[in-house]
């Protein structure tokens, strides 16, 4: 073999090399550039989400804000109205018993003394005259509904709330409070 020819070999073997390595970096900065938009992109996206999640809870807890409102204008209505009867005053402290007996069997999302606490308003409610009820408990009570319904969001912490507002607003009205 000449040296021309191995000199000729090699030039043109630099000149690939010199070739593929000026193409790599170039494809290596088109992909950076490219991989900078994807990010730039993913972060747009991902603020959108963000913004549609927030927009999302903001619109979900005035929905349920003025569900509440409803019902308790509702209650306070009828109960003013005196259209609660002493067996559906019944049912409301038996559904209350029922929901809280249920719940503190399996992974009880009230504390043991919330649950204490609630069955005990609601003994009061059953045994004593309307005049005798201590208001401030019962409104203890709901409160305690009222964040078990807000973190956990199921049916029956609601139902839960409902009666015993509904149970409040009876109580007012045998009082000669509404």
Do not use: C, Q
Request: avoid cysteine.
């Amino acid at each position: 073999m000449s040296v021309e020819l191995l000199v000729g070999f090699a030039s043109t073997i630099a000149a690939i090399v010199a070739s593929a390595a000026t193409l790599g970096y170039w494809l290596g900065r088109r992909f950076e550039r490219i991989e900078e938009k994807l990010k730039a992109h993913d972060e747009k996206f991902e603020n959108l989400e963000k913004r549609m999640n927030e927009e999302f809870e903001r619109t979900r807890r005035e929905f349920t804000e003025l569900v509440r409102a409803l019902h308790m204008h509702l209650i306070e209505f009828m109960a003013m109205k005196g259209l609660f009867t002493v067996e559906e005053r019944s049912y409301l402290l038996r559904e209350a018993e029922r929901i809280i007996a249920a719940y503190s069997v399996r992974a009880n999302p009230l504390s043991p003394e919330e649950a204490r606490f609630i069955l005990e308003v609601l003994k009061e409610l059953r045994e004593k005259p309307a005049k005798e009820i201590d208001i401030s408990k019962l409104d203890k009570a709901l409160e305690i509904a009222d964040k078990w319904f807000k973190r956990e969001g199921i049916y029956e912490a609601a139902k839960l709330w409902i009666n015993l507002y509904t149970l409040r607003a009876i109580t007012l009205k045998e009082r000669g409070e509404l």
